[in-house]
């Protein structure tokens, strides 16, 4: 059963559970808030969907866990080796603005940790012994974050 909902979006969901409980229990307001956490929220939407469409048209799978059948280093992906968690993160940053839960901040380093550990170094082995040396050298120049 945990196999099955240890998804990135399941992940997201939960820690943007918890900044929600943080900006009713602890909020902190500024007048920016809401505009700039939705410019973050509507910014992680785009960027996500660019890398998804991208990795459609290159008919590869967007799931987590299964061996792509190609890379895709072009458009969002020279910025980031993984665009969609990034995305996440831009997201989960700016739900915590929106919602005034700047005291959950923090947990956002929490929160690529286990996407990092959980998902991405596995995605990263897995790439490398399918790409072999094409993926280390994308590897070498493009960061894995940002």
Do not use: C
């Amino acid at each position: 059963m945990a196999k099955d909902v240890d998804f990135p979006p399941v992940w997201l969901a939960g820690f943007a559970a918890i900044g929600g409980l943080f900006g009713r229990a602890f909020p902190v307001h500024f007048h920016v808030n809401d505009v700039l956490g939705s410019l973050l929220v509507v910014a992680g939407l785009v960027l996500m969907g660019l890398a998804i469409l991208q990795m459609v048209v290159a008919r590869t799978t967007v799931i987590p866990r299964r061996n792509p059948d190609r890379m895709v280093t072009g458009g969002v992906f020279r910025l980031s080796r993984n665009p969609i968690y990034l995305a996440d993160v831009l997201i989960l940053i700016g739900l915590y603005v929106a919602w005034d839960a700047l005291y959950a901040l923090p947990m956002i380093a929490v929160f690529i940790y286990v996407i990092q550990s959980r998902f991405i170094l596995d995605e990263e082995a897995r790439l490398s012994a399918l790409f072999g040396a094409e993926y280390e050298a994308y590897a070498a120049q493009t960061r894995r974050w940002l």
